[in-house]
């Protein structure tokens, strides 16, 4: 068993598909580009090294595992990525941040702190940001934590460096939870 300290759940093998030991790769990313051949996976059985994956398909082969038999005791591992890893094999488009990045960042609405981005949360409508309100702010009566929708009406701007998130519209949505 790795370290996985700094390390998030990208994937998951599934069941086995085919005569060649190929497994279903189930993804908990954004970024299938990062399962490239020759990388080294670390999961909670180990270390495998990447023979081949088919992103159409969803088929991933590992080597050494060449029969549904060695692969089906693959099936059901979890497969972690560091924030290293993911920064080295994942590439962002401009005004796209790692949710690793955004966790921890002060919300901001015209220079009011309303909170820190506790986690994002993925649902059908789009991702949110749960905000743990700020401590004063909870003791004036409102909620402890709040969402807020990652669009561009409610995130005016994101400084990573800065680890800050200027709001517009937020507390209102604050006023209301």
């Known amino acids: 068993m790795g370290n996985f300290k700094n390390s998030f759940l990208v994937a998951q093998f599934g069941k086995t598909v085919g005569l060649k030991g190929e497994l279903k790769l189930n993804l908990h990313t954004d970024f299938p580009e990062q399962f490239v051949k020759n990388r080294t996976l670390r999961t909670d059985r180990g270390e495998f090294v990447i023979e081949n994956y088919n992103p159409k398909r969803g088929l991933i082969k590992i080597a050494g595992y060449d029969t549904p038999e060695d692969a089906k005791r693959l099936t059901n591992a979890k497969i972690y990525s560091s924030e290293e890893e993911t920064r080295e094999y994942c590439k962002l488009k401009e005004g796209e ?9 002060s919300v901001l609405e015209n ?6 981005v506790k986690e994002i949360q993925r649902l059908p409508q789009g991702d949110y940001l749960l905000v743990n309100t700020d401590k004063k702010l909870v003791e004036n009566g409102y909620a402890k934590s709040f969402l807020i929708p990652y669009i561009k009406q409610f995130v005016k701007e994101v400084n990573v460096d800065k680890k800050e998130i200027e709001v517009s519209g937020s507390k209102d949505i ?4």
């Open 97 to 105: 941040y790692f949710w690793f990045d955004l966790i921890g960042s």
């Open 174 to 177: 604050l006023e209301a939870s």
């Open 111 to 116: 220079g009011e702190v309303l909170g820190i």
